[in-house]
């Protein structure tokens, strides 16, 4: 079976992932402060000031991590290190993985990766992702066997 051929992608998200980090933060304190305003049965509208804090404070703090994922049609890399990478979301100009570390010593990652930042290389770069699957491992599971 053939491999996808190697490829390389540096992205932060782009704007995308940038909205997410502001949005989905504010949203949920809004509706927890809308819940609370109404239970202390005061004006929800309040709500919006909680989460205007948010968002201005997500704002603020929300600094682009550029990540760099490289194919070299054996493994996946990400900054150097070797990782399994799962796609969770393929909006088409947009990809959200999911990488699992080989070793034990790093956290899993949510990379996001932008067709702005991978410009004409996207179409590679989604064809590895989809078509490099790990080596399976002998032993224990079910399935066929060759």
Do not use: I, Y
Not at 33 to 53: E, T
Not at 118 to 129: H, I, S, Y
């Amino acid at each position: 079976m053939r491999t996808a051929p190697a490829v390389s992608v540096c992205s932060d998200g782009g704007p995308v992932w940038s909205g997410l980090q502001w949005f989905l933060p504010a949203c949920a304190v809004l509706s927890l402060s809308v819940w609370a305003l109404q239970w202390l049965q005061l004006a929800p509208f309040l709500a919006a000031l909680p989460a205007l804090g948010v968002l201005v404070g997500c704002w603020r703090s929300a600094r682009p991590l550029w990540r760099c994922l490289n194919w070299d049609a054996q493994v996946w890399t990400v900054d150097g290190r070797a990782v399994e990478l799962r796609l969770m979301v393929d909006l088409g100009f947009w990809l959200l993985l999911r990488s699992h570390p080989l070793t034990t010593d790093d956290k899993p990652q949510w990379l996001p990766v932008s067709r702005a930042h991978a410009g004409a290389a996207l179409p590679a770069f989604r064809t590895a992702v989809v078509g490099a699957r790990p080596e399976p491992h002998s032993g224990g599971g079910f399935g066929l066997r060759e």
